[in-house]
């Protein structure tokens, strides 16, 4: 019969071994298919007894992760919501968990991701995918002129993970109002939230109306794209205190005391000398835009050219964003297109109107579809990325030795919005 002593070092040794035995671990995802954009929920589960344990951080090559609050009625639960960042397969890495000396892991997963269709997508699709609510708020509620306001776009509900792209206000610019764009935020909780915010500076008296602001996502289930927007807002806009001369105490000035430079005579030279320089000042400026018209376009398709370089790009989506900015900015300066998300047809049109080359702006066309297939579609890696910015800088090098380019108001109306619709 062996000893207590030795049955408490048996009892020591065993319970050590259960101590240190592998953490059970198991994980739901969300039902499939999944899109770019869409926020995938990774759930975590353990034993249910297990205690103060935690899950190691989750990296994912091409795919950002948002951890999500615990569940105070599921201690064994954690959650995670993975948005994917291009079409392809994702590799899920082994998730670990960690509870004092003892540890568990799963097997890595791979998963498929589509990207979302062309068909249907408009200016207005920010990227999101899932349902959403908008919200627009105006803070403070009434201002004076040329002091600031901010304006805030709120996107809530799973759409907001993938909606990384602004809300285009372009159009609200005028010469009563400034528009400037400020970072946006999201909010990760049991309903996630990006909040997009802007300064606004009114620079006239009045009403200020601030227009509906309209923000697309796509819908998984059933395959269209859902647009929503935000309600109108009008905030009061005060003038500044007028200037009031009957405060102004005017001491009386004799005949003798009047300076030589008040004359008639005198203000009549003046005058006329200040107009003279300023119609010699006006005719310069006229002979030398005249002189540069066609120019600058060409010297700006040369700048565009060189900004494209494959050193300065990471991945195929950077440089597809690239080659997409520099064509927005060259029918932005050249034609007055309004900044904004172009589209192939855009693209076409645009470039039809400045050149009148068919070729030319078919191939502007199949550039900005290619760009849209690398940002929305198949990633093809660092040749693709490369292809891609060697193809717009041979765009704008032809473009800037090519034929003369039309000037706004030579045929067409240059930077006009090519209308889409939405189908499933």
């Not at 909606?163 to 206000?169: E, K, N």
């Not at 690239?322 to 007055?336: E, I, N, R, W, Y």
């Not at 855009?346 to 297939?373: I, K, P, Q, Y």
């Not at 717009?392 to 003369?404: H, I, P, Q, S």
Request: glycine share 8%.
């Amino acid at each position: 019969m062996k000893s207590p002593s030795s049955l408490f070092g048996l009892a020591l040794i065993l319970f050590s071994i259960a101590g240190s035995s592998p953490i059970k671990v198991s994980t739901t995802l969300s039902p499939r298919p999944y899109f770019v954009g869409q926020g995938i929920e990774i759930r975590v589960d353990v034993d249910a007894g297990l205690q103060d344990w935690s899950v190691e951080p989750i990296k994912i090559p091409g795919a950002e992760v948002h951890p999500l609050p615990i569940d105070p009625a599921s201690r064994s639960s954690r959650r995670f919501v993975m948005v994917a960042g291009h079409a392809g397969t994702i590799d899920l890495p082994a998730i670990r968990v960690r509870s004092g000396d003892r540890s568990g892991s799963l097997k890595p997963v791979r998963l498929a991701v589509a990207s979302v269709p062309t068909e249907g997508r408009t200016s207005a699709f920010l990227g999101g995918v899932g349902a959403f609510e908008l919200q627009a708020i105006a803070e403070p509620a009434s201002v004076r002129v040329g002091d600031t306001l901010q304006y805030r776009v709120k996107v809530v509900g799973p759409a907001a993970f993938g909606s990384v792209r602004p809300p285009d206000l372009g159009g609200w610019g005028s010469a009563s109002l400034e528009v400037e764009p400020i970072e946006s935020a999201i909010e990760v909780n049991e309903s996630a939230s990006r909040t997009f915010r802007y300064r606004l500076r009114p620079l006239k008296s009045g009403p200020l109306k601030l227009p509906p602001v309209a923000i697309a996502s796509f819908d998984p289930r059933t395959r269209r794209y859902l647009t929503r927007a935000t309600s109108s807002l009008t905030v009061p806009v005060e003038e500044l205190p007028r200037f009031d001369p009957s405060r102004l105490n005017y001491a009386p000035v004799s005949i003798e005391a009047r300076a030589w430079w008040t004359e008639p005579a005198v203000l009549v030279i003046v005058l006329a000398v200040m107009g003279l320089v300023s119609g010699v000042v006006t005719w310069s400026f006229l002979r030398r835009a005249r002189v540069s018209r066609v120019a600058l376009p060409r010297k700006l398709a040369l700048e565009l050219a060189r900004g494209l370089r494959t050193d300065r790009v990471v991945d195929e989506v950077e440089a597809a964003r690239a080659v997409t900015d520099a064509l927005t900015t060259f029918l932005h300066q050249v034609s007055g297109r309004e900044p904004g998300v172009l589209t192939p047809p855009e693209a076409r049109l645009g470039f039809d109107r400045l050149t009148s080359d068919a070729d030319r702006s078919s191939w502007a066309g199949s550039l900005v579809a290619r760009c849209d297939r690398s940002r929305y579609g198949w990633l093809g890696g660092d040749e693709e990325a490369k292809g891609l910015i060697e193809e717009g800088r041979r765009f704008f090098e032809t473009l800037a030795a090519g034929k003369v380019i039309n000037q706004p108001g030579q045929g067409g109306r240059p930077g006009e919005a090519v209308e889409t619709t939405s189908a499933s």
